[in-house]
């Protein structure tokens, strides 16, 4: 039940509850099943599904503040990085570049996905909001990857992108889908 | 129909939360009781192997629980204790259309049966409302209308009855009475069990009683002084 | 499984460590990680890690299924790794992996979270001079930990719901029903904070 | 203590919730009860404003609701119907401790406050274990433990008994009992209000009856009939 916001803070109140839950919604999809695949260091999560589908129900304010939340609860050594792995040395490690990339890709996605809500078939449009953020992840993410590992380009994007793009595809559209579905299943959650 | 349950033990990370239930459920309906934490729910959800046991096994009409999950699913429809939890679509009909998903059914089949349904249960003026502003008691009777359209030969149902008002409680009441379906009720309201033919007690991970309602109530009560 | 929360209380030395310390050296000896490229080393670190886990004396058995994430992730590293650029370079990337993981797992085994977020709240008080309200950060990750476990509830009932319903794999299935309890558990919460007289104004 | 009620209206989504409720609350215990939907909860929720009525105001020991948000819920205690939803720390130590803020005590003053609350409520074995391994019962206590804390002057709890078996439902009754604030307590557990001095019915969004408990829950039951 949302209630009627009251005061200023009660609001600011509400909203940090937002961001907390999110930030925890984030955790359980990305502890849910890191799971491995074929041949590359970097593992397959839910984290780019929850991650998009957090900017798009929450909008590019609260959405980037629960993606940031997230972060420090890896930073502060809680285990909540993909392969339970927790520290600030996950940020220095070979994956922590995605990690980073998160936050601006939440920024874009919450933006773009709040232009696709307001049209009357919002699924198509929030799909594409959501394949914007894919660049800004792998672009950060490699640049990262290369730099720790000292990898080539090439290499590089044949361990850090190419496996992941279409499955990533497929997490952006569902998160989209399921956006587009909840919004009507609970008209009063995106404010 | 028959629910066997066959030295059935399960654990919850680690902790023993079922210990050795045998039992054969074969009453039109049946009821279980017990403390909060004796496991209930978790002895409910293994008779549709939403929980995997540990040893022994559960065996519903002649399937087993473990080999054949998806067919005991067909026979088993299930009530969550929170309406909203099960609910998947966002409107009452999309919900109920869901249901009917995966059994070869042509589309107009699919939405008669739906329009029959929700006539049925008087949700047609809601067809099209978001199923998450309905009431408590609208979204406890969505629920039920969805798990009757899979038509499933037994219904087990966990606290499905709570935050009702008298009303609701009692209309809940009566569909429970009415179902031809074998019944399997976990629940706190006692008075529910005035209709059905058989309670089981649960306590720590055990059936501590099983028999005539009245008479295990009675024990219940003692047990819980 | 989750490891949010796990904190046991118990009397190891590491128990009795002050959790800035804790925090701080696992950064420090994370980087240092970073920058060991002898595979000797690096191997020799994973091993004083394991010893450190071993030493605080918790409770092992909920460490059974990250661990099994944890080593198919360093497989798969390893042998990629191997591929790439050879037996020594596996070496060090594992070790680091699991070096940075079991460290992470022994600090927050050890640690109360009020303990983490105190140390947190000190190494962000400098950034209140550009707007960031310390405490208010410290409440939004302690709040997030307190609903870590109701989020894994929230997908576990969301999951077997869909199951019950024989739709097994249906992603709407669960990410609708998990949305709409997330944001009523976010709501609850929110009144919660009101009506316990939390002011994001003040402390 | 006096909650007065002046012509409070409340609108959801605008839609009209609450039509004018004017009330005096002078007992010690009073109960709300009524229909799923029929606005007890928005009631109950305007006394320490977390719902701002459209019209028409709240008054709780001369201080005005909207007025003064954070001196009202100095005064009022508030329960929510699931007990694990307003716990808001990881653990029970820190959720007690965190009651305490805000209220100009000392670091060991507060230490000193919450081991007696422990202490008080057989929770300080579980000091230090996370909120959610605690039983539905625990949990309760330890929602009204918070409460507690806080030294308010009317506790207004809305449906504080769902899901608890015979013996946390039993004790929570006692608790309620014993409690030397206000209490306004809002129910669909009829046999709860046989421990109250006045019973308000809602319907509607409006007072349907007012008065003796043994006579408004007769009312209530005709008019479920
Ligand atoms: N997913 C889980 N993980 C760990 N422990 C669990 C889990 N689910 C249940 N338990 C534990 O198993 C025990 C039995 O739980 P169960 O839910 O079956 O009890 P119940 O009889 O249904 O109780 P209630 O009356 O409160 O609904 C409890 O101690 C509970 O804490
Ligand atoms: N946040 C909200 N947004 C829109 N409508 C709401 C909201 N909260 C409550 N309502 C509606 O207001 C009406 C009164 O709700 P309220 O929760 O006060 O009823 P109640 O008497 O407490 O019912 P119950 O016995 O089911 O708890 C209902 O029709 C409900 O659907
Ligand atoms: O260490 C972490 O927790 C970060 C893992 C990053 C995984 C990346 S994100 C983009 C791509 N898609 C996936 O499913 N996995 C990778
Ligand atoms: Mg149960
Ligand atoms: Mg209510």
Redesign the interface.
């Known amino acids: 039940m949302s209630a009627s916001p009251t005061t200023h803070a009660d609001s600011t109140a509400r909203e940090i509850a937002y961001v907390a839950v999110f930030a925890a919604l984030i955790v359980a999809l990305t502890l849910f099943p890191a799971i491995e695949i074929g041949i590359s260091p970097v593992p397959i999560t839910l984290q780019t599904f929850a991650v998009t589908l957090t900017a798009m129900l929450l909008g590019p304010r609260r959405g980037a503040l629960a993606v940031l939340a997230y972060l420090a609860l890896i930073a502060i050594g809680l285990p909540v990085a993909a392969g339970y792995r927790g520290g600030l040395g996950v940020f220095a490690g070979a994956t922590g570049g995605y990690l980073v990339s998160y936050l601006p890709a939440a920024l874009l996605v919450g933006w773009l996905a709040g232009m696709a809500l307001r049209r009357t078939r919002p699924t198509p449009w929030l799909i594409l909001a959501g394949v914007a953020g894919m660049p800004v992840i792998y672009a950060i993410g490699t640049g990262w990857f290369m730099a720790v590992t000292g990898m080539e380009l090439g290499p590089a994007v044949a361990a850090a992108i190419t496996p992941f793009v279409v499955v990533d595809a497929i997490k952006v559209a569902l998160a989209a889908i399921v956006t587009a579905g909840a919004v009507r299943a609970l008209p009063t959650l995106r404010r | 129909m028959t629910i066997r349950f066959e030295d059935v033990h399960l654990e919850h990370a680690g902790r023993p939360v079922l210990r050795g239930i045998s039992a054969d459920l074969t009453e039109h309906r049946i009821g279980i009781i017990g403390e909060n934490g004796s496991g209930k729910s978790s002895l409910a959800r293994t008779i549709n192997h939403l929980h995997a046991p540990s040893r022994g096994r559960v065996v519903v009409d002649g399937v087993v629980a473990a080999q054949d999950p998806k067919g005991v699913r067909r026979k088993v429809g299930f009530l969550f204790p929170d309406a909203a939890a099960q609910i998947v679509m966002p409107t009452v009909r999309e919900d109920l259309d869901f249901s009917l998903r995966g059994l070869g059914l042509s589309r107009d089949e699919r939405a008669a049966r739906v329009e029959a349904s929700m006539a049925e249960q008087g949700l047609s003026a809601h067809a099209d409302h978001p199923c998450h502003l309905l009431s408590s008691g609208q979204q406890q009777q969505l629920a039920l209308a969805a798990v009757l359209l899979r038509e499933p030969d037994v219904v087990v149902a966990d606290e499905p009855t709570t935050l009702l008002d008298l009303r609701n409680l009692r209309a809940a009441r009566r569909r429970f009475a009415e179902l031809r379906q074998q019944l399997v009720l976990v629940t706190h309201h006692l008075e529910l069990l005035e209709d059905v033919d058989r309670v089981l007690l649960v306590a720590d991970g055990r059936i501590a009683a099983d028999g005539e309602p009245a008479e295990v109530v009675a024990r219940y009560r003692r047990m819980m002084a | 499984?989750?490891?949010?929360?796990?904190?046991?209380?118990g009397s190891s030395w590491l128990h009795r460590t002050p959790a800035g310390v804790?925090?701080g050296a696992?950064?420090l000896?994370?980087?240092g990680?970073?920058l060991v490229d002898s595979p000797w080393i690096a191997a020799g670190l994973l091993l004083a890690s394991l010893a450190v886990l071993l030493s605080a004396r918790v409770d092992l058995?909920l460490l059974r299924r990250?661990l099994v994430?944890?080593l198919?992730?360093g497989?798969?590293?390893a042998?990629?790794?191997w591929?790439?650029q050879g037996a020594g370079a596996a070496v060090v990337?594992v070790s680091?992996?699991l070096t940075?993981?079991l460290?992470?797992?022994t600090?927050?085994m050890t640690?109360?979270?009020?303990d983490?977020?105190s140390?947190?709240l000190r190494v962000l008080a400098p950034l209140r001079r550009v707007g960031v309200d310390p405490a208010?950060?410290g409440?939004?990750?302690?709040?997030?930990?307190?609903?870590?476990?109701?989020?894994?509830?929230?997908?576990s009932?969301?999951q077997?719901?869909?199951?019950?319903?024989?739709?097994?794999r249906?992603?709407?299935?669960?990410?609708?029903?998990?949305?709409?309890?997330?944001?009523?558990?976010?709501?609850?919460?929110?009144?919660?904070?009101?009506?316990?007289?939390?002011?994001?104004?003040?402390?």
């Open positions: 499984m989750n490891l949010v929360g796990v904190y046991r209380a804790k925090v696992l950064v000896i994370s980087i990680a970073l058995r990250p994430v944890l198919l992730l497989l798969s590293l042998l990629f790794m591929w790439q990337a680091r992996l940075l993981a460290l992470a797992w600090v927050s640690t109360r979270v009020s983490m977020l140390v947190l208010r950060v409440m939004t990750i302690a709040l997030a930990v307190r609903s870590v476990p109701l989020l894994l509830a929230t997908v009932t969301a077997q719901a869909r199951q019950a319903r024989g739709q097994g249906s992603l709407t299935a669960l990410g609708v029903p998990v949305v709409v309890r997330s944001a009523r558990i976010a709501d609850e919460l929110g009144d919660a904070l009101v009506a316990r007289g939390y002011d994001p104004d003040e402390d």
